[in-house]
């Protein structure tokens, strides 16, 4: 598996969504993001893109079957 490397901030074109997050999991992330001097929602958006280039296929498949 690829490592994760938090990223330097870039301005890209965005949307505005709302999502609810554990409050452990914000905690990590708040941490995270202050230590690194990076702002949550660039870190969150990181983590996801993360995420979604590492699924295995099998997980891929099963996101596709189900559109």
Not at 3 to 28: H, W
Not at 41 to 48: A, D, F, G, P, T
Not at 49 to 67: P, Q, R, S, V, Y
Request: proline share 1%; net charge neutral; charged share 35%.
């Amino acid at each position: 598996m690829n490592s994760f490397k938090i990223p330097n901030i870039n301005d890209e074109k965005s949307v505005l969504k709302t999502i609810r997050l554990k409050y452990k999991t914000l905690e990590r992330i708040e941490k995270l993001s202050q230590s690194n001097d990076i702002s949550v929602n660039r870190l969150i958006n990181e983590c996801i893109e993360f995420a979604l280039d590492n699924l295995n296929n099998n997980n891929i498949e099963k996101i596709e079957d189900t559109k």
